[in-house]
């Protein structure tokens, strides 16, 4: 199968609709992407945001108001759907309910007429590539949801795509096989290294799978980079709202030191790695800190001073456990790997706490 | 009211049985009694069906026009019946008119009443998520009992009624003399054979191009956007629920004089058919297109089919099944209709149905019987094959295109 690796790049795209109470909205607003040859680039972003749009318009099922979509050096912009030559993987799937397995993955195919015979070999290729070999003759209907999202993936890939596209593709599947079904693609796209762009709101997934991922909102995308870019240095309090659990403090900087600074927060001081250019002392500023980046007592290393706290709440999940903890009027997730029995805490402890001075990210804040 | 129950049947169905019975169970758990949970749950979730088959039921008795006729002559006269009276008897058009003019206002109004306020009220949602669930009780053992035999008792009669038809072809004179005799079906294969042979004809050639209609309009009034979209629906949707009298006596009317004069010939007989019972098929493709969610046709137009290869090889063949629907329909109402088609007959082409009622009327009822058995016996054997035709059309798993058929 020769796959040819291409750049997909989406240049300024806009597009409006008129809204029935909000008068006419964005879908999207310039919205850019640059996505590398051989590249898996997921849109990430909650329900409104943009991002099923922008996939639609690079499929070119939907046309943008304003900017310009590019495969390789080639302009689509006015292209039609069927002239780009896509693979695209529908939420619901959309098989052919008249139509068998093999029907559906040869349709595409039998589109561009090619000879029966030469049919026959890819479509049995491609449903051994996704594990559905003796399928053939069986009808969505018959089929398990995960079948079904395989037959999808069989359809779009057989084609030979310069794009694959998905578009929520794992929604409809149980948790399980969620996480079963997003390998899969993922190692089928490193195998066939096609130019992919992923859409979904799960952010586990979107970090699962991705190269990079795109995150979304309101029409526009307000970072990219790869999961942990995103994950350890969100650019705003949506994303870090966004990937994963979060702890949003509200301090000023009272010190700075080297690259870093010391941030006066929850009655003390909290020291941290970076400080971004243009903050001052006695600027506001908002702290962002994962669950799993605040040390209880003596544990976890290079900490600041520590602050006082006690143990309001806790849940047992087994292999961890998420206390919320208050220090200084505000509750605080932690969370804690379960070490063993003794390493647990009650609730009313008093404990002290230390963020990890590397894991906390400092964004400009408002004064109050 | 035997004659009209079916409908009200095939319009209630659907909706009972889309009505999520986890919402009765639901009531039940919070300590309904059964009687109270059919009383506040079922029945007001059940009010549009209601709403919707008394309105097709009062506008179908409205329109009905053999009936009252057969049954009740000249001692309880209904407009239809007068306006048809008005028209052969009298050769007056203008009385006829102004008679199923005053018919059209309340059927207009039921119409109407029906699209715009029943239609919006469906509470029932239909999720796709239905199944593995178990049908909720909502009566007791002891109801169900006296309801199960109320309706056999029904049923039987019914089936009674068809025997007693059967048996009154075969015999010389029902209720005088009751020796066996094939003599009825000869008279209806030698004097009738002209009725039947026009009938079948006349049917022949509505079914088609009605099942065509059905799919061209449904097609375009769903997937179309152009001006006139809605007024288009609605007209075509018109002929279809408006009592047959009126329809005949305006095609009698619109077709009398150049340049369309069609009276006398089987053209117009066809025509009505088409438009009439058309629209069957129309709300057949409507249905069936609006379950065929818009990823399929950008699935096909995606994997690189243009517009017309994608409504070739992926929308026709799903809606298919509406186009036999209408077929079936077509051609079913073009053997068993009478209130439209009863003005527009003439001696060059006339009906089974026409002639069923001149026999009734020179009380000759054997011929009659014969007449109505064979009309039974075809609409069975074309039911039976189109009912065939759907299966192989349709692909396991494909969506279901039960009760197409009614209405």
């Known amino acids: 199968m020769t796959i040819e ?34 590249e898996f680039l997921t849109l990430l972003g909650p329900s409104g945001c943009g991002k099923t749009t922008t996939l639609r318009m690079i499929a070119g099922f939907e046309a943008p108001d304003a900017g310009q979509i590019r495969f390789g050096g080639q302009d689509v912009t006015g292209l039609p759907a069927n002239q780009r030559n896509i693979g695209f993987v529908f939420q619901n799937y959309a098989l052919f309910p008249h139509l068998s397995v093999f029907e559906n993955v040869a349709y595409g195919l039998r589109v561009r007429g090619q000879p029966t015979a030469a049919i026959a070999a890819r479509v049995a290729e491609v449903l051994t590539l996704v594990g559905l070999a003796g399928y053939e003759q069986q009808f969505s209907g018959q089929l398990s949801g995960g079948e079904q999202q395989r037959v999808a993936l069989a359809r779009a890939i057989v084609i030979a795509p310069r794009v ?31 130019t992919t762009v992923y859409v979904t709101h799960d952010q586990e997934e979107a970090m699962a799978v991705s190269d990079r991922i795109a995150v979304m909102n309101e029409g526009t995308v307000v970072q990219e980079g790869t999961a942990e870019d995103l994950y350890h240095r969100p650019a705003s309090e949506f994303v870090a709202r966004f990937v994963g659990r979060v702890n949003l403090v509200r301090g000023s900087v009272a010190a ?16 941290v790695r970076t400080l971004p250019a243009g903050l001052a002392v006695g600027d506001a500023v908002q702290l962002i800190v994962r669950p799993e980046a605040i040390g209880i007592g003596g544990i976890g290393g290079g900490a600041t001073d520590a602050l006082q706290a006690t143990v309001s709440a806790r849940t047992f999940l087994g292999e961890k456990i998420e206390y919320v903890v208050r220090c200084a009027g505000m509750a605080l997730q932690v969370v804690r790997y379960n070490t063993g029995p003794g390493a647990i805490l009650p609730e009313g402890a008093a404990i002290s706490l230390q963020f990890v001075e590397d894991a906390v990210t400092v964004l400009p804040g408002s004064a109050t | 009211m035997l004659t009209y129950f079916p409908i009200a049947y095939l319009t209630l169905r659907p909706i009972l049985a889309a009505i999520d019975s986890n919402v009765e169970g639901m009531a039940f758990s919070l300590g309904a009694s059964r009687w109270r949970v059919f009383r506040t749950v079922t029945l007001p979730l059940a009010v549009p069906g209601l709403a919707n ?95 199960l035999c109320a309706c056999l008792a029904v049923a039987l009669v ?113 025509a009505c058919y088409i438009f009439r019972y058309g629209p069957t098929g129309i709300r057949a493709t409507v249905a069936l297109l609006q379950q065929i969610d818009k990823s399929l046709e950008e699935a096909s137009q995606g994997l690189g089919a243009g517009s017309a290869t994608t409504f070739r090889r992926i929308t026709l063949p799903l809606i298919l099944p509406a186009f036999f629907a209408g077929l079936g329909v077509v051609f079913i109402r073009s053997m068993t209709a009478i209130s439209a088609t009863i003005f527009l007959v003439s001696i060059g082409w006339t009906l089974i149905t026409v002639k069923i009622l001149e026999n009734i009327t020179e009380l000759s009822l054997g011929p009659a019987a014969a007449f109505s058995v064979l009309v039974v016996a075809i609409v069975f054997v074309v039911i039976a094959v189109i009912g065939r035709v759907l299966r192989l059309f349709r692909a396991p798993g494909a969506m279901p295109v039960t009760s197409l058929l009614g209405g």
């Open chain 1, 5 to 38: 690796r291409i750049r997909v790049t989406v240049d300024g795209v806009s597009k409006r609709y008129a809204h029935r109470v909000k008068g006419e909205i964005y879908a999207a607003r310039n919205v850019m992407l640059d996505v590398r040859p051989g």
């Open chain 1, 164 to 194: 694959l596209l998905f578009d929520e593709p794992l929604s409809n599947l149980d948790a399980r096989l969620r996480v079963e079904m997003r390998q899969e693609i993922r190692n089928l796209q490193r195998r066939l290294a096609i």
């Open chain 1, 256 to 271: 700075v030191v080297g690259t870093g600074a010391d941030i006066a927060a929850l009655g003390g001081t909290v020291r």
């Open chain 2, 53 to 147: 088959a008394f309105l097709l039921l009062f506008a179908a008795s409205l329109a009905d026009f053999a009936t009252p006729l057969i049954l009740a002559g000249n001692n309880f006269q209904v407009l239809p019946t007068q306006a048809y009276l008005q028209i052969t008897g009298l050769f007056d058009l203008r009385g006829g008119a102004a008679l199923s003019f005053v018919l059209l206002i309340p059927a207009l109004a039921v119409f109407l009443l029906q699209r715009y306020w029943v239609s919006r009220r469906f509470y029932v949602t239909i999720t796709g998520k239905g199944a593995g669930q178990t049908p909720f009780d909502s009566i007791s053992p002891l109801v169900r009992g006296i309801l």
């Open chain 2, 158 to 270: 019914i089936v009674y009624f068809y025997a007693l038809l059967l048996y009154a072809s075969l015999v010389v004179a029902l209720g005088a003399n009751h020796a066996f005799t094939l003599q009825h079906y000869k008279v209806i294969f030698t004097e009738g054979l002209k009725a039947i042979r026009d009938t079948l004809i006349i049917a022949g050639i509505a079914m088609p191009l009605g099942g065509l209609y059905g799919i061209l309009v449904g097609y375009l009034v769903t997937k179309k956007r152009f001006v006139g979209r809605r007024t288009m629906e609605l007209v075509s949707m018109m002929n279809y629920a408006l009592p047959g009298t009126i329809v005949g006596i305006a095609y009698l009317i619109a077709f009398n004089d150049p340049p369309l004069e069609l009276t006398g010939t089987a053209l117009i007989i066809i």
